[in-house]
């Protein structure tokens, strides 16, 4: 902007205060809501702010895509940012990319800490607000006497895939002697890097093609999860398409866990039993017997399929080693031998002699960026003790955490959207991180501050601040206003090589060493992209040491008392980086349906045992019992407990990341802080005592059924494999009919209703592959996001007034149906206290549940007002300021879709998120208008996606394509279960998945002929 912020209050005061033209109103006033656009001017935040000289690449009504890396510290991807008016409002994936292309709940819903009003706006020193020069002289005389003195400098961070930042460390540590970087991850993965070292002689994760098996066999390690790095949903759910070549998965796991919720065959057991069942098939494969049935029958399977099955297992680096030795064993085709992950850099070793180092006072000064290990180290007190001690502590971070509290310097970091970076997360895979929004606050970049430390810049007229530097000068890309990412002007200020600045020092740095690997040469180019790929391979050669083999398989646990606890990261939460989001909070979990917690976990017959129980209120609202809980010597008190079905007996579960005594979102969770029993970072616990304790623990939880009661057949259908090669469609996914005075007619030849011409137009479809949806809630976050939908709150969740558009409906299998026990002569009521009891060990399926668009739909017709009613393409619309809120549509949908707004979600302290702040509600989608209290709202098959595709294909003057029309779940399924598309395309792929044996549509014997379509879920049981 070339206005200053004084110039620009004066014009708008003097514009309100004048008599003008109707004409030159509407000139004037030509405003978008992206206040965030005049941060480079540091104006106040405000609703709306007219453009006084608009930037020319921005567009009013039309979207920006920038590619970029989404890194946090625990999850990566290639990502697409999508910005309205110059502020980014949806995260998408790059699919450009090979690898890391695929987004998850978390990597959607972190755009919102972006507009986290909590963050960090300003440096500060011992709690007193500062400038930037204050900082770099406090810190570089600190630094200086540090150095000198021999004392250690260290950086603790979590992990830091990024080649440019280690290598301006290094520069770093010649400048500053005894600098060392130490990775610290909340979540360890160092026990997976060392076995693999220990193996496969690089310390890395393995990368599996998981897509060239039949078989896999996982030994409690969560691949659907946070077990790899690797994002393997998408060719799990390829590699599992129903046919002859379907792969087979078993699952033996004792928390229930993703993939075991996904698995043909899960087996319920304790984790020191499936280490003794990995041990024993082990042997088996090496030709040894064995009178443990189930190792015997694993075994078999994976002798029969060979090279074509993989083993995965988790829990101690001797089984993830154990579990690479029998991938050798068999030379499975899962493993790769040339491709390794690098964006996991844990290393427990050297973090425990800096821990040794800070107790002895080896260390002078502290560098922690993105880390927080008051909350997640266990030894929190020691740790306290030893941080107050420090010369120097400087703390790069977003927001103040539990650690800030022992900081003297904060220099807060942008957000990753703000900033500069790049990743090396895999062999031959390089990714580039670039801003897609100028800096909201006084934020400086980690690696900003390194250069200017070391090219010891601290007086007021540093080249840093000087307003000759190119770094501050307009036409660099990093301080562009016009476009934060424009790259389409010269560089030719390198100073002679005196780079002083992050983002001169990333592009010299790839120029130099980076480009030179790929047929890109041009950075600008793989700033375009997002990402390059290399011909990098590795060569390193397999080998163990049969005396480390033998330690394994005789490190057996035997005699185990007590109960054994099993630490897990959720799919909302993770390792607890973004806590305070939210959109994360309110998440229900896949497997429980509850939301705002974390909980112990427990099986129905131990529950018995300790006289521990979940019970419903008579809101339908579920209750627990608290206990205490001993492990290790430690006691933590007050944990509800949850019963879960399919938990193995004398084994519970407990997740990370819950439990902050920081953030307004975060401490609105009653979750316990799990880390506290993280000992050495294992997740496996054992002699764990249970007491129960007074209390009641109330549970926010979306989902109250938790069966199909005997339903099977009509709701979310299976079938298994066998069934589905060697039988008609009549005898797995019968198709309804209904008798007429002409006989039986299928349901679309009968109808109440006056038939509509839907050939002609666009006519819309969604499909739901069963078979595919693994419940893991991407599409339930990015439904959000593009939607506006609000956040309610637990104790709105409680009442179940929740207002998802879109919901995972989880479902367990029962041991008995209507037919067995018609058999045993058991009638009504008492049949469905079976039916409503899920079995020990079930079977999930999950099933996404939106507005079915019904052609005949029951809420069209009771609408006293019209406010509902039917689109020609296909879509059931709302007129929301029609809407007078009687409800009777909610009433009448027997799919149970539509919510009703109780409140205000906007403005109103009752409920404290991202909307009740000017800040937060800059990731407001301005396509989508804000829904008031009173009305009914519902999935509206994003029909302001499908419009900008008609309309763009329409201005180009072409047709559109198969595959152009997207809704905000299809584009953001990693698995591609969801799938959209124009049925009245004869060569669509949505007119094909109609033909499909599998396809049915839900409770369509009502008549109600939805335009959402499911296909029967299919298990490999190898029959």
């Known amino acids: 902007m070339n206005k200053s912020k004084d110039e620009f209050k004066n014009q708008l005061s003097s514009f309100f205060n004048q008599k003008i033209s109707r004409r030159d109103f509407l000139k004037i006033m030509g405003f978008t809501t992206a206040a965030v656009t005049l941060s480079a001017c540091k104006g106040p935040v405000i609703r709306s702010i007219p453009y006084v000289i608009k930037p020319e690449r921005i567009i009013p009504g039309i979207p920006t895509y920038y590619a970029t890396t989404m890194f946090d510290g625990f999850d990566l991807c290639s990502v697409l940012i999508k910005t309205r008016e110059g502020r980014p409002i949806k995260i998408e994936s790059n699919m450009m990319s090979k690898y890391f292309n695929i987004t998850s709940a978390r990597i959607q819903a972190s755009l919102l800490s972006l507009y986290d009003d909590e963050r960090l706006k300003d440096p500060y020193i011992n709690n007193k607000k500062v400038s930037w020069n204050d900082i770099d002289e406090y810190v570089i005389k600190r630094l200086k006497y540090i150095s000198q003195n021999g004392k250690k400098i260290i950086i603790l961070s979590s992990s830091l895939p990024s080649p440019s930042t280690k290598q301006l460390i290094n520069d770093f540590s010649k400048v500053y002697k005894n600098t060392q970087l130490v990775i610290y991850d909340a979540f360890s993965y160092s026990s997976i890097l060392d076995a693999t070292k220990e193996i496969l002689g690089i310390r890395a994760i393995p990368f599996y093609e998981i897509n060239k098996i039949k078989l896999i066999v996982s030994f409690d390690a969560d691949f659907l999860g946070d077990w790899s790095p690797q994002n393997m949903q998408k060719d799990y759910a390829t590699n599992r398409k129903p046919g002859i070549n379907m792969m087979r998965h078993i699952q033996i796991e004792s928390n229930m866990s993703l993939s075991g919720a996904n698995a043909d065959t899960r087996i319920s057991l304790k984790p020191s039993e499936i280490k003794k069942i990995l041990i024993e098939v082990f042997h088996i494969l090496n030709g040894k017997n064995s009178q443990n049935k189930i190792a015997n029958n694993i075994a078999s399977e994976i002798k029969n399929k060979g090279s074509d099955a993989v083993v995965l297992a988790d829990g101690s680096k001797e089984i993830y080693a154990l579990s690479l030795i029998i991938n050798l064993k068999i030379k499975s085709k899962a493993l790769s031998y040339k491709k390794f992950l690098f964006s996991k850099e844990s290393n427990n070793i050297i973090f425990n002699q800096f821990i040794n180092d800070l107790k002895i006072g080896n260390v002078g000064a502290l560098l922690l960026y993105n ?175 049969k005396n480390y083999l033998n330690s394994i398989i005789n490190n057996i646990d035997n005699n185990i008392d007590n109960f054994e606890l099993r630490l897990y990261t959720k799919t909302s939460i993770g390792d607890g980086t973004q806590a305070n989001n939210p959109w994360l909070q309110e998440l229900p979990d896949p497997i429980t349906r509850i939301s705002w917690d974390n909980y112990l976990t427990i ?421």
């Open 603 to 1023: 099986s129905l017959k131990d529950a018995q045992k300790l006289g521990i129980k979940n019970w419903n209120t008579a809101t339908g609202a579920i209750n627990s019992n608290y206990v205490d809980i001993i492990v290790n010597g430690l006691k933590i008190i007050n944990i509800p407990i949850f019963i879960q079905p399919g938990q193995a007996e004398g084994s519970v579960g407990l997740s990370l990341g819950y439990g902050h005594t920081k953030g307004k979102v975060a401490t609105h969770s009653s979750g316990i802080n799990a880390y506290l029993i993280y000992k050495n970072f294992n997740l496996i616990h054992y002699n764990v005592i249970i007491k129960k304790t007074e209390g009641i623990h109330e549970f926010a939880s979306i989902q109250l059924q938790n069966t199909m009661v005997g339903r099977d057949d009509i709701i979310a259908k299976e079938t298994d494999l066998n069934t589905f090669l060697n039988f008609t469609k009549e005898k797995w996914n019968k198709e309804e009919k209904i008798t007429s005075s002409k006989g039986e007619l299928p349901l679309e030849k009968i109808s109440l209703w006056k038939e509509n011409d839907n050939n002609t137009g666009h006519h819309f479809n969604i499909s739901i592959d069963l078979n595919a949806c693994i419940g893991c809630g991407t599409c339930v976050i990015a439904c959000n996001v593009e939607n506006n939908v609000p956040v309610v709150g637990k104790n709105e969740i409680r009442n179940s007034r929740d207002m998802y558009w879109l919901r995972i409906d989880r479902y367990y299998s029962t041991k008995e149906s209507f037919k067995t026990l018609h058999k045993k002569n058991i009638s009504e009521p008492k049949i469905y206290n079976y039916l409503l009891k899920p079995e020990n060990n079930p079977k999930i399926r999950f099933q996404p549940i939106m507005c079915q668009h019904c052609n005949n739909a029951p809420c069209e017709t009771v609408c006293p007002v019209a406010a509902t009613s039917h689109g020609k393409q296909g879509q059931n619309m709302m007129t929301y300021n029609r809407c007078v809120g009687t409800r009777y549509c909610a009433n009448n949908c027997p799919y149970k879709v539509r919510r009703f707004n109780w409140f205000n979600y906007v403005e109103n302290k009752k409920f404290d998120f991202h909307m009740n702040n000017d800040l937060g509600k800059m990731v407001l989608n301005p396509d989508v208008v804000i829904r008031t209290r009173g009305v009914m709202e519902k999935c509206s098959m994003c029909i302001q996606m499908t419009q900008e595709t008609i309309l763009k294909a329409k201005k180009e003057n072409r047709i559109i394509k198969d595959g152009e029309f997207n809704t905000a779940c299809s584009k953001a399924c990693p698995t591609g279960a969801i799938y959209f598309g124009d049925i009245n395309d004869d060569k669509s792929e949505i007119k094909q998945q109609l033909k499909n044996n599998r396809t049915y549509k839900l409770l369509d014997f009502l008549g109600t002929r939805p335009n959402v379509t499911y296909q029967v879920k299919i298990r490999n049981l190898n029959k």
């Open 371 to 545: 880390v927080n290990p008051v909350y997640s180290f266990p030894s929190i007190l020691k740790l306290e003790n030893y941080l107050k001690k420090l010369d120097l502590s400087i703390s790069f971070a977003m927001k103040e955490d539990e650690t800030s509290k022992l900081i003297k310097v904060f220099a807060p970091i942008p957000h990753w959207l703000e900033s500069w970076g790049d990743t090396h997360p895999m062999t031959g895979i390089y990714t580039l991180i670039q801003p897609t929004i100028q800096s909201l606050f006084n934020t400086r970049q980690f690696q900003n501050s390194l250069i200017i430390w070391k090219n010891k810049i601290h007086s007021i007229n540093n080249p840093a601040n000087n307003t000759n530097n190119p770094a501050n000068n307009t036409n660099n890309p990093a301080n562009n206003t016009n476009n934060p990412a424009d790259i389409s002007v010269g560089y030719k200020y390198y100073n002679n090589n005196y780079i002083n600045n992050y983002y001169d020092y990333l592009r010299n740095f790839w120029e130099k060493n980076i480009l030179s690997k790929s047929n890109i040469k041009s950075f600008n180019i793989a700033l375009f992209n997002g990402f390059i790929h290399t011909n990098e391979i590795h060569t390193n050669k397999c080998y163990y040491n």
